[in-house]
């Protein structure tokens, strides 16, 4: 039911498994989203008149710690401090405090790693954006990727950035590229223009 004295819904310290058939590391947030706010069920004709007198989120989810997992392994975990749920002026999800996915092998070590300081999901045009220290780490291959904004279309199944793009190799060389794109998994992607920059000792070589 939604708290009416503080026109927010308030869940704290959730920790929950969830089945996932998702390999994409972001699809699977979709189903956690959906996890999240499915037991919060709010009767419509109160929360569209608390939205006429509040432009405050209509729920809030807060210090949320969730696991997707199939077949007994755990295949994501998300830990995201607070969650807020928005009608108008268009339906969309934000992480004003950031957010991590972790997505693990079938031995229990991760794979692939997406953090932001900031988060948004727009139901209806069905666009994500991370946005502020994004960095995308690789287990597998050793390779950091970071930027200020990365977007996630999902009509196009296409990851991207528009804003410059550095990505760390495992041996240290460093490569800056103007934008970015992805499949959804993350494991194919391209780096637009890019510009190398090679390290020997503290001294950088163009």
């Given at each position: 039911?939604?708290?009416?004295?503080?026109?927010?819904?308030?869940?704290?310290?959730?920790?929950?498994?969830?089945?996932?058939?998702?390999?994409?590391?972001?699809?699977?947030?979709?189903?956690?989203?959906?996890?999240?706010?499915?037991?919060?069920?709010?009767?419509?004709?109160?929360?569209?008149s608390l939205t006429l007198?509040?432009k405050g989120p209509e729920?809030?989810?807060?210090?949320?710690?969730?696991?997707?997992?199939?077949?007994?392994?755990?295949?994501?975990?998300?830990?995201?401090?607070?969650?807020?749920?928005?009608?108008?002026?268009?339906?969309?999800?934000?992480?004003?405090?950031?957010?991590?996915?972790?997505?693990?092998?079938?031995?229990?070590?991760?794979?692939?790693?997406?953090?932001?300081?900031?988060?948004?999901?727009?139901?209806?045009?069905?666009?994500?954006?991370?946005?502020?220290?994004?960095?995308?780490?690789?287990?597998?291959?050793?390779?950091?990727?970071?930027?200020?904004?990365?977007?996630?279309?999902?009509?196009?199944?296409?990851?991207?950035?528009?804003?410059?793009?550095?990505?760390?190799?495992?041996d240290g060389s460093v490569?800056?590229?103007?934008?970015?794109?992805?499949?959804?998994?993350?494991?194919?992607?391209?780096?637009?223009?890019?510009?190398?920059?090679?390290?020997?000792?503290?001294?950088?070589?163009?």
């Amino acid at each position: 039911m939604l708290d009416t004295r503080n026109h927010n819904h308030t869940i704290n310290k959730m920790r929950r498994f969830v089945p996932s058939r998702n390999k994409s590391i972001i699809a699977a947030f979709m189903v956690a989203i959906i996890v999240i706010f499915g037991s919060c069920q709010n009767d419509i004709s109160v929360v569209n008149s608390l939205t006429l007198r509040e432009k405050g989120p209509e729920e809030v989810v807060e210090d949320i710690h969730f696991f997707l997992s199939k077949e007994g392994f755990v295949e994501q975990e998300f830990l995201i401090p607070k969650m807020n749920k928005y009608a108008t002026p268009e339906r969309y999800l934000e992480c004003p405090e950031g957010f991590e996915i972790i997505a693990y092998n079938t031995n229990k070590t991760k794979r692939i790693s997406l953090k932001g300081d900031y988060g948004v999901s727009y139901e209806d045009r069905k666009i994500m954006e991370a946005k502020r220290n994004v960095v995308i780490t690789n287990f597998s291959t050793g390779e950091i990727i970071e930027t200020e904004h990365l977007i996630w279309n999902m009509d196009k199944k296409l990851i991207y950035s528009n804003r410059q793009i550095k990505q760390t190799q495992p041996d240290g060389s460093v490569y800056i590229g103007e934008r970015f794109e992805s499949n959804e998994d993350m494991t194919k992607y391209t780096i637009f223009k890019p510009h190398i920059v090679t390290y020997d000792g503290e001294e950088p070589i163009e």
